[in-house]
């Protein structure tokens, strides 16, 4: 007997049809056998909508509210899959993230999971039923409903295979697995059968919707292999682990990320505190950057540029506003309509010429190129957003399509 944890994204239980089709894949599992924990999110566009909900009778309201408002979502999942299972003949229990045992910190909105304590699970199982726990969310020390974030339902599940040493953590999705790029943007975009943990943490970084990052990290760190696989179809999925085959290959994906802004702050001193002030009032206020330059003026003063979470942006400009004296900020500007492009693959470390190629093809494609950064296994260029679908179908004909 094998425990394998299933989690189920929104478009996999939108509607009625959906939910009595995740529910025969899980009694499925189950019939052979198997102890069951399925992690489900909420259906369709009812986060989106809740928060819409939420915005119009309130845009500032607390985030400990919002959390209340948003874990709504998934408590409806669950139950009605529950619902459907005992209508296939089955056994099953739903259990908020609360009574499944997670322990988060107090960060409303974007928590940290602390710890899982499965007590409860581990006594449905034994009482033969598949356990259904709602995604996304936990509880904090203070006793408050929290919400782990956008795709947080991915990092509650692997999150449950590590803490109950599952043999197996499957992510049902709404494609059949990891591709190489977006395959609703680029038709030519090919499956993956293995993929490693870095890289899927940088394409899930990086913009692939796939799986989140924070689920990969999680995964990585514990060691838990995943496959990524379709709902809707019985096709194979795509395996992600610590070592693969592939590396013959020089890249691993392209992948396209619209959710950032661009901010520019000018004026700062030119001595080494004024970057670390700056970058200290951020991580204060919990907002992440990214892609970063920094300049030296011919007035001696620095500017820097740096990308944040398109959400993050209106906020992070408060705090910058709130605090212009201190860091001595003269000039601040933004700019939401960009998108950061980027290749991915093993090959970025062990082949030369791959930064020369990727830039080879935005300059055929006429795509301008405004910030850029590199690691070991990945080339991220900041570019106007408009252009960020051809230049990732571009990039992969560049790589990936030909011979």
Known sequence: MSLIVQKFGGSSVANAERVMNVASIVTDTYAKGNDVVVVVSAQGDTTDDLIEKANEINPKASKREKDMLLAAGEQISISLLAMAIEKLGYHAVSLLGWQAGFNTTSAHTSARIRKVEPDRIKKELDKKNIVIVAGFQGISKYGDITTLGRGGSDTSAVAIAASMHADLCQI????????????????????????????????????????????????????????????????????????????????????????????????????????????????????????????????????????????????????????????????????????????????????????????????????????????????????????????????????????
């Open 172 to 403: 049902f999705t709404d494609v059949e697995g990891v591709y190489t790029a977006d395959p609703r943007k680029v038709k030519n975009a090919k499956k993956l059968q293995e993929i490693s943990y870095d890289e899927m943490l940088e394409l899930a970084t990086l913009g692939a919707q796939v799986l989140n990052n924070r689920s990969v990290e999680m995964a990585k760190k514990y060691n838990i292999e995943l496959e990524v696989l379709s709902s809707m179809t019985k096709a194979s999925g795509t395996i992600v682990k610590e070592k693969t085959k592939m590396e013959k290959m020089l890249i691993s994906g392209v992948a396209a990320d619209k959710n950032v802004a661009k901010i520019r702050v000018a004026g700062l001193g030119n001595d080494p505190e004024s970057t670390f002030r700056l970058l200290n009032l951020l991580d204060r206020n919990n907002l992440n950057i990214d892609v970063m330059i920094q300049s030296l003026g011919k007035d001696g003063t620095k500017s820097v540029s740096f990308t944040v979470a398109k959400p993050d942006m209106l906020r992070t400009i408060d705090v910058l506003n709130d605090n212009k004296d201190l860091l001595g900020i003269k000039k601040l500007d933004y700019d939401e309509n960009v998108a950061k492009i980027s290749v991915i693959g093993a090959g970025v470390r062990s082949h030369s010429g791959v930064a020369a190629k990727m830039f080879g093809a935005l300059a055929n494609a006429g795509i301008n190129t405004e910030m850029v950064t590199t690691s070991e296994i990945r080339i991220t260029a900041l570019i106007d957003e408009a252009y960020a679908d051809q230049a990732m179908r571009a990039i992969h004909e560049t790589f990936l399509e030909r011979v």
